[in-house]
């Protein structure tokens, strides 16, 4: 199993819809979670922070299921700019000071 | 302006070339961070740094080295590349793992 695994869609939605993305993780000791974005090969950029209370920042939300071993990431209301890739960070895996990004997820807002 | 710089951008070479690719930050940022970037493979860390003098490897090592021997700098060296390390490669820095991760603009690496 994958330390960190999404599903790379693509997720195709119109503009205006809700989506959700799914992050799972294998490592229980994992301590600090994140979501980046990353357009067509530049560098990625943080989105949010993932705390164990959830957090929402406008129309995203994030939560972490520790129970579950996953994190999540909502958009609401969605807009042509946030077609991009969204990638999931895993970091202190283990008590090792490594980081790990999952794969990716590709969402194409279509008009 | 706070950032992360990467040289150079853009390089082509021969296999058994060594090269440098550099990376500096200036945000007295403590940990800094090797990633490579493949199709179908995501973000890999190869190499991180906790701070100046203290390395370790990350997930994909093989045929690279690294350096920290000030601060801001954590350069990458390619002693013998070969084509599988063709690539898009970043760098980034942050306050510890477990704090978000400011990257480099990226360098592109074909190995012919």
């Known amino acids: 199993r994958k330390e960190v695994e999404q599903d790379p869609g693509p997720f195709n939605v119109p503009e205006g819809a809700t989506v959700a993305f799914n992050c799972t993780y294998s490592?229980?000791?994992?301590?600090?979670f994140f979501w980046y974005r990353q357009d067509c090969r530049k560098e990625p950029k943080l989105l949010m922070s993932?705390?164990?209370s959830g957090n929402e920042d406008g129309r995203f939300t994030a939560q972490l299921n520790r129970a579950s071993q996953y994190i999540s990431l909502l958009i609401r209301d969605s807009k042509l700019s946030d077609s991009a890739t969204y990638l999931c960070?895993?970091?202190?895996?283990?008590?090792?000071?490594?980081?790990?990004f999952g794969i990716g997820t590709k969402l194409q807002v279509i008009p | 302006e706070a950032q992360v710089t990467q040289n150079p951008r853009y390089l082509i070479t021969v296999t058994g070339k060594k090269l440098t690719v550099t990376c500096s930050q200036n945000?007295?940022?403590?940990?800094m961070s090797w990633y490579r970037q493949d199709p179908g493979l995501g973000l890999r860390q190869i190499y991180y740094?906790?701070?100046?003098?203290?390395?370790d490897k990350g997930d994909v090592p093989e045929g690279y080295k690294v350096s920290r021997k000030e601060k801001r700098n954590f350069p990458l060296i390619l002693e013998s590349p070969s084509p599988n390390q063709t690539s898009l490669y970043f760098c980034?820095?942050?306050?510890?793992?477990?704090?978000?991760?400011?990257f480099g603009p990226g360098t592109r690496l074909t190995v012919t």
């Open positions: 960070v895993v970091n202190n895996r283990g008590g090792y000071q490594k980081v790990t």
């Open positions: 993932v705390y164990s």
């Open positions: 980034a820095s942050s306050l510890g793992a477990g704090f978000e991760q400011y």
């Open positions: 945000m007295n940022h403590e940990y």
């Open positions: 490592n229980s000791a994992s301590q600090s």
């Open positions: 740094s906790m701070n100046v003098e203290v390395t």
